[in-house]
C-alpha cells in the first residue's frame, strides 16, 4: 500500500486553509490509503497559522512547518518536500486554483510508472492579461536558452515520485526553481491538462517582484546565456561597425554627405553605453548568485514544527 503526501505552501491564506481541508480530505479518503498533508506556513501575518496549529490538533494526518519569516514559495516546497514521507508527493496551492480531483488523476498515472505529473494549464481564470502574457513568453525564453524541454504552461502544481523528490533534494543550489530542475533530473514524465478556476478566497500573493525574482532564479542558474551573450553581442556590433565604415567611405567617394559624423556621435555613444551597462549587469546577477552560494545560508528556517515525529 502506498503512502502519498500534499505539499502546500500558505502565505497570509487564513480563508483558504478550511476551505482547502474540507474539500481534499474527503477526496483523499476515496483511496483507501495512507496519505498526510505537509502545510508549510511561510510567515504568514495574518491567522493562517492558528487554523493550522487547530487542524493539526483535530487531525494526524495535518503536518506543520512554519517559517521564521517570509523566504518565499519556493522555499517553502522545498521545505515540504524535504518534510513529505509519501512513495509520492504532490505540490498544490492552499487557494484551490489546484483543483484537488485533478491530484486524484496524477496518482492515476503515478500508478501506470509515471515518475513526474504535471499540471498543465488550459485556461487561468481570474488572472491579468499582463501574467498570462509574460508566463506564455516566460517558458518558451526559458527553453530557448537553457536549451531543457522544460513543459510549456505549467506551474509547481504536480506530482513527484519520491526517487525525482530524493533527487532534486541532493542537488545544493541556493536560488531554485523547482520547475527547471525537475525538468533537469528527468525520469519519467507525463503531463494532465486541467481549467484552472479562481482562487476561492483572499487575494493572490504573486506581486511584480516576486514574478522576476522566480524568472531570475529559473534563468541564470540554469543557462550560461548571459554571459556568453555579450561576446556575441559583441560580434555582432563589430560586424555592424565595420559596415558602417564601409558605407561612409562608399558614400563619401561618391561625394555624398549627410550630417556630418557629429551626428551620429551621441546615439552611438549611447547605444555603446548601455549595451556596457546591460552585459555588466547580467554577469552581476551571476556573481551574486555566486555570492549566495559561497555563503551558504539556510533556505528557509523552521521555527515551529507540528506532528513530525523526529
Request: charged share 25%; aromatic share 12%.
Amino acid at each position: 500500500m502506498s503512502k502519498y503526501s500534499l505539499v502546500v505552501p500558505a502565505y497570509n491564506e487564513e480563508k483558504s486553509i478550511q476551505l482547502f481541508y474540507d474539500a481534499v480530505v474527503p477526496m483523499m479518503d476515496t483511496l483507501n490509503e495512507e496519505y498526510e498533508m505537509v502545510f508549510v506556513n511561510d510567515g504568514s501575518k495574518d491567522a493562517t497559522l492558528d487554523i493550522l496549529r487547530d487542524l493539526a490538533a483535530k487531525d494526524k494526518r495535518v503536518k506543520v512547518c512554519s517559517f521564521s519569516r517570509n523566504f518565499g514559495q519556493q522555499a517553502a516546497l522545498l521545505c515540504g518536500l524535504r518534510a513529505a514521507s509519501g512513495d509520492a508527493i504532490i505540490a498544490m496551492d492552499a487557494d484551490l486554483q489546484d483543483p484537488p480531483e485533478v491530484a486524484l488523476q496524477m496518482i492515476a498515472k503515478w500508478k501506470e510508472g509515471y515518475e513526474v505529473v504535471h499540471g498543465k494549464r488550459r485556461k487561468r481564470k481570474g488572472e491579468t492579461v499582463f501574467k498570462k502574457m509574460t508566463a506564455f513568453f516566460y517558458y518558451r525564453f526559458m527553453r530557448k536558452i537553457t536549451g531543457m524541454e522544460m513543459p510549456k504552461d505549467v506551474g509547481d502544481f504536480k506530482l513527484y515520485d519520491r526517487k525525482v523528490v530524493d533527487a532534486i533534494l541532493s542537488m545544493g543550489e541556493h536560488d531554485r526553481l523547482l520547475r527547471a530542475q525537475v525538468t533537469w533530473v528527468g525520469f519519467k514524465q507525463t503531463i494532465i491538462e486541467f481549467d484552472r478556476p479562481e482562487r476561492v478566497a483572499g487575494e493572490t500573493k504573486y506581486t511584480l517582484k516576486k514574478m522576476i525574482k522566480l524568472a531570475e532564479a529559473g534563468i541564470f542558474p540554469n543557462t550560461d546565456y548571459t554571459l556568453t551573450f555579450p561576446i556575441k553581442l559583441g560580434l555582432l556590433l563589430g560586424f555592424m561597425s565595420v559596415a558602417c565604415f564601409i558605407t561612409f567611405i562608399v558614400l563619401t567617394c561618391c561625394n555624398i554627405f549627410f550630417g556630418g559624423l557629429t551626428a551620429w556621435i551621441f546615439p552611438t555613444v549611447s547605444l555603446v553605453g548601455s549595451i556596457i551597462l546591460v552585459c555588466n549587469g547580467m554577469a552581476n546577477i551571476h556573481t551574486s548568485m555566486i555570492y549566495k552560494e559561497v555563503q551558504n545560508r539556510p533556505k528557509y528556517i523552521v521555527s515551529e514544527k507540528y506532528n513530525f515525529e523526529d
